[in-house]
């Protein structure tokens, strides 16, 4: 079982960066596909990126494109999302989760992972 806990979200205005950080508990994390993935008020939970257990791979959603990264250090237990070019509309909880049966690979389905954090608030200012 691994625990996550999310950190690095916070308010900042429209073409501003943040980093998030999800430091994992557990001596498996290198094993784990990590996810990225947000919640709007009254929206469903949505995916923004993923990344394979040794990063080998990587995906992310066609919205944040060219504008987030997702990266992991296996060292530290951690994976990132390096955020760019923040826009009002990826105002969101964002949480990081964790999938053990991805074998290599990384998933944009939600159902792929077991494990979830309890999320960062997010919030862009126009």
């Known amino acids: 079982q691994v625990q996550l806990v999310e950190s690095g979200g916070g308010l900042v205005q429209a073409g501003g960066s943040l980093r998030l950080s999800c430091a994992a508990s557990?001596?498996?994390?290198?094993?784990?596909?990590m996810g990225w993935f947000r919640q709007a008020p009254g929206k469903e939970r949505e995916f923004v990126s993923a990344?394979?257990?040794?990063?080998?791979?990587?995906y992310h959603a066609d919205s944040v494109k060219g504008r987030f990264t997702i990266s992991r250090d296996n060292a530290k237990n951690t994976v990132y999302l390096q955020m760019n070019s923040l826009k009002p509309e990826d105002t969101a909880v964002y949480y990081c989760?964790?999938?053990?049966?991805?074998?290599?690979?990384?998933?944009?389905?939600?159902?792929?992972?077991?494990?979830w954090g309890q999320g960062t608030q997010v919030t862009v200012s126009s």
């Open positions: 989760a964790a999938g053990s049966r991805l074998y290599g690979t990384a998933s944009p389905k939600i159902d792929e992972y077991e494990y």
């Open positions: 557990g001596r498996t994390f290198s094993r784990y596909a």
């Open positions: 990344i394979s257990w040794r990063g080998g791979s990587t």
